[in-house]
């Protein structure tokens, strides 16, 4: 299994900020994944980052808003931009291990805007 | 396309009863199906997964899950609810081949009384 860490656990930013969160794999990846949680609700995923490419974004996920950088196999930021109070949510990276064919999730970055 | 339902998205139980939680999935390719559950504050840890062998599935913490493909169904159940069983669990689905893209029930969060 893959150790997975993020950066900040959570932050508390101001309206119109942006805030960039971090997700270090203790594993080379091939695919890691950007979810949001929103209050009281399910993961929706936002991207699939894929190292050397642009990442992948679900309908209703733009790149202005949530660009994402992947530099190499174990790493990658999620940046929420021009944040308003609607994205306050947990944000999950994950990664994916073909070999067992599940995915591996991060401890989640709680973020509340004001 | 993929698509998890979970029944009930409040489940009480007194301590030393039957958990049963509900989930149905719907999916045009062979599946992969997992439940995850998120304790408060935390990301989210695997319980246990369906990739095709046993269709009884046991996990961590007394849990196991019973793949059902006439009923579409991947209920999750534990003999004896335990206090620190309290937390919120998603199922979730995927195909079999091809990006391991996860699509997430809407959860249950399991309360378990003294």
């Known amino acids: 299994s893959a150790v997975i860490s993020q950066k900040p656990s959570r932050d508390i930013c101001q309206r119109g900020t942006s805030l960039t969160i971090q997700c270090q794999v203790d594993s080379q990846v091939t695919m890691m994944f950007w979810y949001r949680q929103q209050p009281g609700q399910s993961l929706t995923l936002i991207a699939t980052a894929n190292q050397g490419s642009e990442a992948t974004y679900e309908s209703g996920f733009v790149i202005d808003k949530f660009p994402i950088s992947r530099p190499n196999l174990t790493f990658s930021t999620l940046t929420v931009s021009n944040m308003s109070p609607e994205d306050s949510s947990i944000y999950l990276c994950?990664?994916?291990?073909?070999?067992?064919?599940?995915?591996?999730f991060g401890p989640g970055t709680r973020l509340t805007v004001l | 396309a993929q698509s998890v339902t979970q029944l009930g998205s409040h489940v009480s139980v007194s301590e030393g009863a039957l958990v049963l939680l509900r989930c149905n999935y719907s999916?045009?390719?062979?599946?992969?199906l997992f439940w995850y559950v998120q304790y408060p504050n935390q990301g989210l840890q695997l319980l246990l997964k369906?990739?095709?062998?046993?269709?009884l599935v046991k996990g961590i913490n007394g849990f196991e899950a019973e793949f059902k493909k006439s009923e579409t169904s991947f209920h999750l159940t534990k003999p004896s609810a335990h206090m620190s069983d309290a937390a919120e669990y998603f199922c979730a689905v995927t195909k079999r081949s091809g990006t391991y893209k996860y699509i997430f029930g809407t959860g249950t969060r399991l309360k378990v009384l003294a």
């Open positions: 999916s045009s390719v062979p599946p992969y």
């Open positions: 994950s990664v994916e291990d073909h070999r067992v064919g599940e995915q591996f």
């Open positions: 369906y990739t095709s062998a046993a269709t």
